[in-house]
């Protein structure tokens, strides 16, 4: 087998190989040569070439928000590892574990007119759980340090930064191994209640009849059915979900925004939780985080084993434990009270279902129609990836198969990046069970991340579904919203483009729809063809979207 001469570059690969490191993303660069010829020519790694970026490192978040293993990025030197920033600051918020390796000149020619060279160091401290800030020499304390870096990926699911400077000859290779390098054990932890925690809020927990669970983002599979089924039978408790929990029950409440937006102040004090408990990642819903800001709990209490965000200004204790760990040991120990909570809220989304499937009923053709079209023609034990901005709001209001599972890049919240995540993880889960990817993008999102496209490793069975309804149509729904020349170019960013030239550039199915009979048709079409990518582009009335979608909330109470 073939080695980089530099021994530094061996101890890097040898410690990721040893720490069961597989998918390595590689950004093509001169500086960074050791490490792309050791990892690509050991046959245990699975590397990829992405030239741009900030692509990348999207891809790369994609395979590991599947794998659930930390992703490598490698780059070389310079505004190169700037562009990983993006994607590095949405693994830190959503607890993706990913490695960035750059490759770095020597310290004695930072900073003084050398080429392609900035500083590198720390340079995402902000947001990094580890920054190994390596020497050129290999050495037991630069092997700590990388170890360390790993360690902290897998434990703390976030992304680490390893800077490794490199001198020239970059490119000379060895058939033997210089370096026996020094590997740290990671430390598994398994935390659990205390059984003075468990006295002490089971007994909060017994004597109140409003309890309010609100799951964020989570992985599918996450929470065992025993505790899905102890929630769903207790009347004093109310589950809301959103699509990106993956977590599914008939009497949970899964569409937030049109169960609570028609809510009177009568309403609102009525449904006030005693106690609130969440769990997961970000949650999506502006309308819940209002509602709990305004009307807060007496309670707070957040599960996770690494992080508590105080979202609605109220939180009183955070459980550092695994939701599984904790419902576990605490339900046990609970009573069943008599509450009438639970039954409130299911008529309520009984009415709420049924105001819905009216109004769809009779509005024209818009992008509320277009998703009320789309996501039940989405195949069985597919999974659904969402770009930001208006899709994921949009997909809130629907009810999904439960068999599909449902993705979003909501620890930012960011436009960038969506298509670049989504065919990552079409890579990933195609290795490991075959499961088709969809992407349901808008088109601000997609034409920003074009260059997503550019990739040798897209799936035949990869889909884009692309609602193009002619600019950012989300800042048509938000106040301020006034027909002029500043809104339309400045907020909206109106324009006339389409997706088909980038599918003719890069070889993708191309079709399109406008009205509802060409949508039905075209998605029956669009799934059937497996032989290439494809991409079902979707035209929607710009200046009717959101007086339909504004209108839909006032007709559900």
Sequence with gaps: MVYPKIPLAQSIIQICLAKGIKNIVISPGSRNAPLTIGFASNPEFNCYSIVDERCAAFFALGIAQQTKMPTVLVCTSGSALLNYYPAFVEAFYSHIPLIVLSADRPQNKIDIGDGQTIRQEKIFQNHSLYNANLTEEASVENDVKISHAINKAFSKKGPVHINAPFEEPLYQTVTKQSVDSTILALAKKHPKLSIEEIIEFTNIWNKSKKKLILVGELKPNEIEEEFISFFSNDAS?????????????????????????????????????????????????????????????????????????????????????????????????????????????????????????????????????????????????????????????????????????????????????????????????????????????????????????????????FKIILINNGGGGIFRILPGHEETE?????????????????????DLNYSIASDEASLEKSLTAFFAQNDKPSILEIFTPTLQNDKILLQYFKELS
């Design 237 to 461: 408790v109310a589950v809301m979900t959103e699509t990106t929990s993956n977590l599914n029950h008939p009497s949970f409440l899964n569409n937030i925004d049109t169960i609570i937006t028609p809510f009177t102040k009568k309403e609102f004090n009525q449904f006030q939780p005693d106690i609130l408990i969440t769990f997961g990642g970000m949650v999506v819903s502006k309308r819940i985080k209002t509602f709990l800001r305004n009307y807060k709990p007496k309670h707070h209490w957040h599960i996770d084993v690494l992080r508590a965000y105080d979202t609605y200004g109220c939180l009183t204790q955070h459980f550092k434990v695994k939701p599984n760990q904790f419902f576990k040991q605490f339900l046990p120990f609970t009573i069943p009270i008599k509450s009438n909570y639970h039954s409130l809220f299911e008529t309520i989304a009984s009415t709420r279902k049924a105001k819905h499937r009216e109004y769809l009923s009779k509005i024209p053709f818009s992008d509320l129609k277009a998703f009320d079209a789309i996501l039940p023609a989405l195949p069985e034990n597919s999974i659904l990836q969402i770009s930001n901005s208006s899709a994921i709001r949009y997909a809130q209001l629907f009810d999904i198969d439960p068999s599909i599972n449902v993705f979003c890049n909501r620890g930012t919240s960011g436009i960038d990046g969506s298509t670049s995540t989504a065919i990552g993880a079409a890579v990933a889960s195609m290795k490991r069970d075959e499961k088709q990817t969809v992407l349901l993008a808008g088109d601000i999102g997609f034409f920003y991340d074009s260059n997503a496209l550019w990739n040798n490793y897209i799936p035949k069975n």
């Design 486 to 506: 500043v809104f339309n170019t400045f907020f909206e960013t109106f324009h006339c483009l389409t997706a088909e030239q980038l599918a003719k550039m890069y």
